[in-house]
């Protein structure tokens, strides 16, 4: 007769401490199956910190329980570096199941010492095998496997995929060719051009330029042009040498003078059919979607998946018709620039040919759509548009291209324009008004006399006079600094805020007599940004005045002591500690942070100090402070950490231990990688990753 | 800004999951850490662990967590969102409940409605039932977390976005354009609803007044952690009368979530039958 189920509760009560449990092991392994995913996720942390590795291998091959094999799989993957070199054996074990799983948790715990065993899974006659550790090796990005995984391109096509995406996500150079030979006529075209664009090789932009001008292959332009922009876009970083922004001279490619990037842009442009690639990079340009490329089995957080995103495909659509001078298509390009996000991409690619856009810039400027003109004005360099230009965009009848046209006018300084950017900055919109403001402020002194001063008096209206002050706490005008030192004793709390803010800029003492006056201002806010303004600063008043203000308890008081920390003098130290005693708790935490910024004898003593207290937040800081000081020598002190009761301080032990790297902290690592608490063995894993 | 370690993570969110009962991880995690960007550089805070110990230990949290509700709730809503279930309610439970109604009003609790779009959706339907000409009551209740929807949705006044599944005729027939591109509910409609304020994860803190019979709860728990779940299933079965039915996101599921309640099966939609006494 079977027995009842225990309740839930119950069953995870009785995991809640299996140590105390006199069948420990009996009760974790028994756990692991259990229906309950809440049991099993306690039950696999459990089985992660207390069971070998060796006692979890023979569950993988038991081919009988799905639950409990899942089970031990998740909890050799959580033990990580440590279940390594059992792992690593049960590669070539003869079960083919779990020589699979034993490859896919090698490849998630990712440690470079699984290569070899895994290079030689790839010699084995069973296909999931092969493929699980094809898988695995790229997910290590070990590049020795390159040669056995091309090898793999010409088996079945499950082999075929898993090679490509590993290929992909090595990204060795050497890879290039032999992916190539799978485009365009195989199952695995697509994939393999995935592969490509991680791999962005210059010396496979001939044949992707030919394989995507050719219009069989229309099905395939999507990932054809993305992996032709990723290696436009290498082989431009390496002619650049490393990624600078020269200006690439255009047209035929010095390292590669097979191909003439010129002629195929006149090939583009000669077709504008509706099924033509002039289309199909017009509706890119254009914003159009594409359907998303094929999720990848080395799925990472780094920008090679992002490579893979449709912004990629604008991206080489843009570098494409940079590269290629595709007039035709330039204004759908620069008008990405007038939206501020997309600056930050169009702007540098732009910069690196220069000429292509700045010979029809006439053209794009007088362009019907605004989002042109804006975008033009953005990208082109304000000199070549010439002050003539600007002038007459500063009266375009769109807000958006006259703002683009007060940078360029404040880049060429031309003070012939500076009555109409005072004319913006008086009623333009608020986009215009901070445009103008800062163009007046970079124009020469008689101008900024002329226009700025005016307007910085208590009675000109608020929004004109904040945005002179936001301009100049960007970019100083000396001979503004009087004015802008007044207005810090404005009535208004937006006009004090922003005269203090400018008026850091100015150095010198009567400026930084003004920010100490404002600490005692009367909006709280205000107080806090005059004290963070003035720990920018720095200095020896500042750092006198602040230890005064540590006598006064008024809630300003927790900002002077983080303030304190930021500043980093030695002799804050003794006040902060003998303020520590009496303090409230919010207060304490932070004369601990600031202890640990200031570091020294004294600091670090006094946070071991608390290491010894009852209030689990004020052990928590100590020890956080004293994981950031921590140096090679302390590893007892970290150990201990490593060892405590709450896992805060055994993270902040593992963190420690990753930034210091010593080998002897690897079993204490290794220890780690095993905790209960989640945080704490993904920071120690992270931290032997690091060595 | 100082990069949040795994710890400083861990902290925060654990302390939002016991606070407010959601979760944050993964991609939900990178959209939480953009909302409380701003609210470090306010604070003149320098990362996570900073900001964790404002809002356990320094005078200003609760203002602060105030401020947090506006910021980490999702409050997207329409007029009209998965009306299928609102429609279930007209044709089903209305005529199941027709004799109850003559005698007590329908109650109806709509939790987490943000800015109200989803019990003014439902007072719509309910009005237009005509359930009222044949001597039927109903009440609706509404809470969210967030103070700023609620007063929002007291007001009443919605634009472009929140009509999206909102055809025409309805608009105009239930709003009044008060401004070029703002509706004003119309008032026969606005008049059923009583909003309230309530933290859903909160164990202690009241939901509504006394039972109901419907409880509307779309789209929030998927949200939540596996044990503020089962809490919040629990009250919501507590405050159910049985027989009483419980409406969820078409992505929520009660599958082996305890003996409470039993599937119901519409034709475009599902719903949960509170079974049993009231615990």
Not at chain 2, 3 to 26: I, N, V, Y
Not at chain 2, 236 to 241: E, I, K, P
């Amino acid at each position: 007769m079977t027995s009842a189920p225990t309740p839930l509760a119950s069953r995870l009560a009785t995991l809640d401490r299996p140590e105390d449990h006199p069948e420990r092991e009996q009760l974790i392994l028994q756990s692991l199956g259990d229906h309950s995913p809440q049991v099993r996720e306690v039950a696999i942390a459990w089985a992660a910190r207390v069971l070998e590795p060796a006692a979890l291998i023979p569950l993988v091959a038991d081919a009988g329980d799905a639950l409990l094999r899942n089970a031990a799989l998740a909890a050799l993957e959580r033990q990580g570096p440590y279940a390594m070199e059992a792992v690593e054996r049960a590669v070539s074990a003869p079960d083919t199941d779990l020589a699979m799983f034993a490859c896919q948790v090698l490849g998630s715990i990712g440690g470079g010492s699984s290569g070899a065993p895994l290079l030689s899974a790839l010699g084995r006659s069973e296909v999931n095998v092969i493929q699980a550790a094809a898988e695995a090796l790229g997910c290590l990005r070990w590049r020795q496997a390159v040669p056995a995984l091309v090898g793999l391109l010409e088996q079945e096509p499950w082999l075929q995929l898993a090679a490509a995406d590993a290929l992909g996500a090595i990204g060795d150079p050497q890879a290039a060719k032999p992916l190539l030979a799978l485009v365009p006529d195989t199952m695995i075209a697509e994939p393999a051009l995935e592969a490509l664009v991680r791999i962005a090789s210059p010396e496979a932009l001939p044949q992707l330029l030919t394989l995507l001008m050719d219009p069989r292959n229309a099905r395939l332009r999507g990932p054809l042009l993305r992996a032709a922009g990723a290696s436009l876009g290498a082989e431009e970083a390496r002619a650049a040498g490393g990624g600078s922004h020269t200006p690439a001279s255009p047209g035929r490619r010095a390292s590669h003078a097979a191909y003439d990037l010129t002629a195929v842009g006149r090939a583009i442009e000669a077709d504008h059919g509706e099924t033509s690639l002039w289309q199909f990079l017009a509706e890119r340009l254009g914003g159009g979607e594409e359907p998303p490329a094929p999720p990848s089995t080395h799925e990472s957080g780094d920008d090679r998946s992002q490579s893979r995103s449709g912004s990629s495909t604008l991206r080489a659509a843009a570098v494409l018709v940079l590269a290629g001078g595709i007039t035709s298509l330039l204004p759908l390009l620069v008008r990405w620039a007038e939206e501020r996000d997309s600056r930050a991409w169009v702007e540098p690619l732009v910069r690196r040919y220069p000429e292509r856009v700045v010979s029809v810039a006439g053209s794009l400027l007088a362009h019907p759509d605004p989002a042109v003109r804006a975008g033009a004005l953005w990208t082109l360099p304000p000199a070549a548009v010439g002050a003539d230009q600007l002038r007459a965009a500063l009266e375009d009848s769109i807000p958006a291209v006259r703002v683009a046209a007060c940078r360029g006018i404040g880049v060429i300084g031309d003070s012939v324009a500076a009555k109409r950017l005072a004319a913006l900055l008086d009623s333009g919109s608020a986009a215009e008004r901070a445009a103008a403001a800062e163009a007046l402020t970079r124009l020469p002194q008689e101008s900024q006399l002329a226009f700025l001063a005016p307007r910085l008096a208590p009675s000109t209206d608020e929004a004109v006079l904040l945005a002179v002050l936001a301009a100049l706490a960007a970019s100083p005008c000396p001979v503004l600094d009087e004015r802008v030192l007044h207005l810090v004793g404005a009535v208004t709390g937006p006009v004090r805020r922003g005269a203090i803010r400018a008026a850091a800029m100015i150095p010198g003492p009567r400026a930084e007599v003004l920010l100490l006056r404002a600490l005692a201002d009367r909006d709280p806010g205000l107080q806090v940004e005059a004290l963070d303004l003035l720990v920018g600063r720095g200095g020896e008043r500042v750092g006198t005045t602040l230890l005064a203000m540590l006598g006064i308890g008024d809630s300003l008081r927790y900002h002077v002591i983080r303030a304190l920390g930021r500043l980093g003098r030695a002799e804050a130290v003794a006040p902060l500690e003998t303020l520590f005693t009496s303090a409230p708790l919010h207060e304490r935490i932070e004369i601990l942070t600031a202890l640990a910024r200031l570091g020294g004898v004294a600091a670090r003593e006094f946070l071991r100090q608390c290491l010894d207290q009852a209030q689990p937040e004020i052990r928590r800081v100590a020890a956080q402070g004293l994981a950031a000081l921590a140096e090679p020598d302390d590893l007892d002190l970290l150990g201990q950490l490593a060892r405590d009761r709450d896992w805060v301080l055994r993270s902040e032990a593992a963190q420690a231990l990753g930034r210091l790297g010593p080998g002897r902290a690897r079993p204490v690592l290794l220890d780690l990688v095993r905790d209960l608490e989640p945080a704490v063995a993904r920071t120690a894993r992270a931290a032997l990753a690091e060595r | 800004m100082k990069e949040a370690t795994e710890a400083d993570w861990k902290l925060l969110t654990d302390l939002l999951a016991e606070r407010f009962g959601l979760t944050f991880s993964g991609a939900r995690q990178e959209i939480l850490g953009a909302r409380l960007r701003p609210r470090l550089e306010a604070l003149h805070l320098d990362g996570l662990r900073e900001y964790y110990h404002y809002l356990c230990f320094h005078p200003g949290r609760e203002e602060e967590f105030a401020e947090l509700t506006r910021r980490i709730t999702n409050n997207e809503t329409y007029f009209f969102r998965e009306v299928a279930q609102v429609d279930a309610i007209v044709q089903h439970v209305l005529p199941e409940n027709a004799q109850i109604m003559r005698e007590r009003p329908l109650r109806i609790l709509s939790a987490a409605c943000s800015s109200g779009e989803e019990p003014y959706s439902l007072s719509i339907r309910l009005v237009d039932s005509g359930s009222e000409l044949m001597g039927g009551k109903w009440e609706i209740d509404a809470c969210d977390l967030n103070p700023a929807r609620l007063d929002a949705a007291r007001l009443g006044v919605y634009e472009g976005f929140a009509f999206r599944n909102c055809d025409e005729e309805t608009r105009r027939r239930c709003f009044q354009e008060v401004e070029p591109g703002r509706f004003l509910l119309r008032e026969r409609y606005r008049r059923a609803v009583r909003f309230f304020h309530a933290n859903l994860a909160a164990p202690f803190s009241g939901i509504g007044w006394g039972s109901y019979d419907v409880i509307l709860c779309r789209n929030l728990l998927i949200y939540f952690a596996p044990e503020g779940f089962d809490r919040l299933i629990a009250r919501f079965a507590q405050l159910l009368r049985p027989g009483g039915y419980l409406f969820l996101g078409h992505s929520e599921s009660l599958f082996d979530r305890g003996p409470d309640f039993e599937p119901v099966y519409y034709s475009d939609c599902m719903a949960y039958r509170r079974i049993g006494p009231p615990a």
